[in-house]
């Protein structure tokens, strides 16, 4: 691992020397040397999470390439593209390219981008990464070098930095991993420095770590304690003052070490940069195709719960009404042919008749029909065939649905796969995890400060969204492992044979 400040060692003779092609000398001077790169030109890519000091770093690079020394330094930003807030808001409104020239005609070009990792929301840092990568698309055709700024007096890279990184190293191609360095602020030597280079990503464990407790932040402390308080001794005064030059003395130091290693980067052409750019979208909507088609199929879910649940009282109410018919059975008189006259009778004779018939009694059984029952059991029983028949209707759409749903998972398997081997990242999965992590942080933080509801409420609706992105990933990648698994079992089967 190579360390932008070494410590010191006895001096072994077999020992490899480094190539040193500046020195401090000429860097207060603005005099920035080259020998690699003929075209004495480089491009910057600055970039970190919010409030990490990537303007302040930016300000260190133009006092210095102008020859400015700390009595004259200044902030050095645009005004128009600074926004108030907090530090956990981003300060710069828009990626911007600030184009510098060494005293000696170098041109150092640094495209200092938003700060990532925003506490006003995912869209607003993607709103930064498309911001950035537009202006690399419009004014940027190689880069020489990324730096990613992160907090030096932690042990681990923070939540937010690890997010800015791998939001950041989603548009990255796998061709930049040796131009990127990381420049640790806050802090000017390894005795002070906290950190444990083995908690970067394993791609980014070996690159280039810078050293920087900025005295452009030092010199600002110090004229404002002296414009604020004028009883400072004099020795307090002498100690100030040592501390600026003794903190401009090891920027000065790492920047010699930082110019030289940019001297000898092969320039790197930003169209790999573009074309994962517009990958990782492609992927984000695919995700969002995938996700509304998973809605639509919760949704038939629903209506198939509630067809079911009107078949089933429909089945009741058959059930309750199908005895709407019933027969009622009763006795009665009727005359009843025989082939004979009948005679025998006790009534007088002028009373009596002949007839082929006599008096029988019979049992009678009418059918008697309940009309209103009649009419809700051909209800329910009609309300039954309209149910089966929407059921069906939803059953066949919901195949539908989940055909497009493997087939949506399938082609983001793809995409994801084709994005993978190019993206430094090497994971898309893995970016949204870092983000649902940092969404956590940020939600807990606002909740233990008392924030205000809407905000919180937006927050977790990201965090839900996030989530939910995080499942489809990993749905596809469970597609993709079955996919394959199916075609192993047939490669091993076609050798095997019966």
């Known amino acids: 691992m190579h360390l932008a400040i070494t410590a010191i060692q006895d001096p072994v003779d077999d020992e490899p020397v480094e190539r040193i092609l500046n020195d401090v000398e000429s860097l207060k001077k603005g005099v920035v040397k080259t020998d690699r790169n003929k075209q004495k030109e480089f491009t910057i890519l600055l970039v970190g999470e919010t409030g990490v000091g990537k303007t302040a770093v930016l300000s260190l690079i133009a006092n210095v390439l102008a020859g400015k020394r700390p009595d004259n330094y200044k902030e050095f930003y645009d005004p128009d593209n600074e926004v108030g807030g907090t530090q956990k808001h981003s300060q710069t409104k828009s990626a911007r390219i600030y184009t510098l020239k060494s005293v000696n005609g170098v041109t150092v070009r640094i495209l200092d981008s938003p700060g990532l990792a925003d506490t006003r929301g995912i869209q607003r840092d993607e709103l930064h990464k498309k911001n950035i990568a537009e202006a690399i698309q419009d004014s940027i055709d190689v880069v020489n070098a990324v730096l990613i700024l992160a907090n030096g007096?932690?042990?681990?890279?923070?939540?937010?930095?690890?997010?800015?990184?791998?939001?950041?190293?989603?548009?990255?191609?796998?061709?930049?991993?040796?131009?990127?360095?990381?420049?640790?602020?806050?802090?000017?030597?390894?005795?002070?420095?906290?950190?444990?280079?083995?908690?970067?990503?394993?791609?980014?464990?070996?690159?280039?770590?810078?050293?920087?407790?900025?005295?452009?932040?030092?010199?600002?402390?110090?004229?404002?304690?002296?414009?604020?308080?004028?009883?400072?001794?004099?020795?307090?005064?002498?100690?100030?003052?040592?501390?600026?030059?003794?903190?401009?003395?090891k920027a000065l130091e790492m920047l010699v070490e930082m110019f030289d290693w940019l001297d000898g980067l092969n320039a790197q052409p930003t169209t790999d940069i573009m074309s994962l750019y517009d990958q990782s979208q492609k992927i984000e909507t695919e995700i969002a195709n995938t996700l509304a088609i998973m809605r639509q199929a919760a949704k038939t879910d629903k209506e198939l719960d509630d067809v079911q649940r009107q078949l089933d009282g429909a089945e009741v109410d058959m059930k309750t009404y199908e005895k709407y018919e019933h027969v009622v059975n009763r006795k009665d008189w009727y005359q009843k042919s025989t082939d004979r006259h009948n005679t025998e009778c006790k009534h007088g004779r002028e009373f009596h008749r002949h007839y082929n018939s006599i008096w029988a009694i019979e049992e009678i059984s009418e059918l008697k029909v309940n009309q209103e029952a009649k009419a809700k059991?051909?209800?329910?029983?009609?309300?039954?065939?309209?149910?089966?028949?929407?059921?069906?209707?939803?059953?066949?759409?919901?195949?539908?649905?989940?055909?497009?749903?493997?087939n949506a998972t399938e082609e983001l398997g793809r995409l994801v796969e084709r994005y993978s081997n190019l993206s430094l990242s090497g994971s898309f999965a893995g970016q949204v995890e870092t983000a649902v992590k940092m969404l956590e942080q940020n939600l807990e933080g606002m909740r233990e400060s008392g924030a205000a509801r809407e905000t919180i409420d937006k927050v977790q609706a990201s965090l839900d969204s996030m989530r939910e992105k995080l499942e489809v990933l990993k749905e596809a990648n469970r597609s993709k492992q079955r996919k394959m698994l199916v075609l192993a079992n047939k490669f091993v089967g076609y050798f095997t044979g019966p």
């Open 153 to 249: 007096t932690v042990p681990r890279l923070t939540v937010g930095t690890d997010y800015a990184l791998s939001t950041l190293s989603a548009i990255f191609p796998c061709t930049l991993a040796e131009n990127i360095g990381f420049l640790f602020t806050n802090v000017s030597s390894p005795l002070s420095w906290n950190f444990d280079p083995s908690s970067l990503p394993s791609v980014l464990q070996g690159n280039t770590q810078f050293l920087l407790d900025n005295p452009v932040a030092m010199q600002k402390k110090y004229r404002q304690h002296m414009k604020t308080n004028s009883r400072i001794p004099d020795k307090t005064k002498k100690q100030f003052r040592q501390a600026v030059l003794a903190g401009e003395q």
């Open 377 to 406: 059991f051909e209800n329910a029983q009609n309300a039954k065939e309209r149910a089966e028949e929407f059921k069906k209707q939803i059953k066949d759409k919901k195949t539908m649905l989940q055909d497009r749903i493997k």
